[in-house]
């Protein structure tokens, strides 16, 4: 196996006997917004400043996903700087739902990539109430009453 490689597009490169294996940075993004969103306390993404500001063609041509979170990855390294701008919940204790975070991005990004995030920048943009989340719909292809054993299914 070769030594990774970063290509243009911010991808890891690695190449086995099958052949190349490619993570974009778009991808490691949605693994760090998905991560962030695991940790209780934590409301969203925010947009950042720096987001909205990059010029007019950033605003529409940047996917909603890749908002409110930047990756850098240095040229020859493998290894993943991130930051992440948060909207957390009114009430929570911010240093330690900023540090869950931090834990939980790196963890994730290191199980799923087998690349390590040297570093995870938390900046919480904003301070909002807890929605209220509905409970999840019910799966109609799911048995009605788990647990339960059907004996007219024996005969």
């Known amino acids: 196996m070769q030594t990774p490689e970063t290509l243009d597009g911010g991808a890891i490169d690695d190449q086995n006997s099958l ?3 490619r993570i974009n940075h778009s991808v490691i ?11 209780d306390g934590v409301c969203g993404i925010a947009t950042g400043l720096v987001d909205q500001l ?7 041509s940047k996917k909603e996903s890749d908002r409110g979170v930047k990756v850098i990855q240095k040229e020859g390294e493998t ?29 994730r ?3 799923m990539t087998g690349q390590e995030a040297v570093k995870v920048d938390v ?4 301070i909002r109430m807890r929605e209220e989340r509905p ?6 292809h799911s048995d009605p009453n788990p647990g339960e054993w059907d004996a007219s299914v024996e005969k």
């Open 19 to 21: 052949g190349y294996i």
């Open 123 to 126: 900046i919480v943009d904003g």
């Open 109 to 111: 990004i290191s199980a």
């Open 79 to 107: 290894h993943y700087q991130i930051e992440i701008r948060l909207i957390l919940a009114y009430g929570c204790d911010i240093p330690k739902t900023a540090e869950d975070v931090q834990v939980t991005v790196r963890n």
């Open 29 to 39: 993004r949605s693994i760090v917004r998905l991560a962030a969103l695991e940790v």
């Open 135 to 140: 409970p999840p719909a019910p799966n109609p």
């Open 54 to 60: 990059g010029g007019i063609g950033d605003i529409f």
